[in-house]
C-alpha cells in the first residue's frame, strides 16, 4: 500500500484492528481522506471516533460521517 500515494478512500471495515497506530504509522494517512473502520475491535472503545480523528488529521470522512474542521480541531488540542 505504500506505492499508493494518492489513495483518498480506505475501507478496512471487518478486519481485527485494535489500534489506531497500526494505520497511523503508515504512509497512507497523508492522502486518505475518507476511511471505514467499522465493526472492528477498536470501534468498542467509547473514544473511538476521537481517537481516530485527533491522530488522522486529513479525515474528512470517517465511517461514512462527515468530519468537521472545529471537530477534528479540537480532538487535536485534546491530546496533544
Known sequence: LENCQRLQRLFLSYNEIYNILCIK???L?????E????NNPLN???????NVLAN????KK???KRVTVSNQNYFILIYQ
Open 25 to 27: 504509522n503508515t504512509q
Open 29 to 33: 494517512v497523508t492522502s486518505v481522506q
Open 35 to 38: 476511511i471505514t473502520l467499522d
Open 44 to 50: 468498542k472503545d467509547k473514544n473511538y471516533r476521537r
Open 56 to 59: 488522522l488529521s486529513g479525515i
Open 62 to 64: 470517517l465511517d461514512g
